[in-house]
Nanobody, 120 residues
Framework: QVQLVESGGGLVQAGGSLRLSCAASGRPLSSYAMGWFRQAPGKEREFVGRISRTGISAYYTDSVKGRFTISRDNAKNMVYLQMNSLKPEDTAVYYC?????????????WGQGTQVTVSS
């Protein structure tokens, strides 16, 4: 079992930056590939990006490419989502999730989410 807790959300103006953190406990984070997802009000949850166990590989949805960066520190059991050039459409609850299979769309563990609000 892995417990995930996100933090770092808040209110930011368009064009600003935020860094979200995801703290893991229960098992070594290095056992899992990690993903970030988001869900805006009235919309389905969408994939934002993912990072491999070692951090060597990362993939992003087109809408955040070049603006968002996922990184991880396995020694600290932490994963990060650096968000730059934020837009109002980035407003959502952001979730981190863990999977045993980097290529799998199925994630086994989820955090509770952290709210990001981008004002125009």
């Amino acid at each position: 079992q892995v417990q995930l807790v996100e933090s770092g959300g808040g209110l930011v103006q368009a064009g600003g930056s935020l860094r979200l953190s995801c703290a893991a406990s229960g098992r070594p984070l290095s056992s899992y590939a990690m993903g970030w997802f988001r869900q805006a009000p009235g919309k389905e949850r969408e994939f934002v990006g993912r990072i491999s166990r070692t951090g060597i590989s990362a993939y992003y949805t087109d809408s955040v490419k070049g603006r968002f960066t996922i990184s991880r520190d396995n020694a600290k059991n932490m994963v990060y989502l650096q968000m730059n050039s934020l837009k109002p459409e980035d407003t959502a609850v952001y979730y981190c999730a863990a999977t045993s299979n980097f290529g799998s769309p199925i994630y086994d563990y989820w955090g509770q989410g952290t709210q990001v609000t981008v004002s125009s």
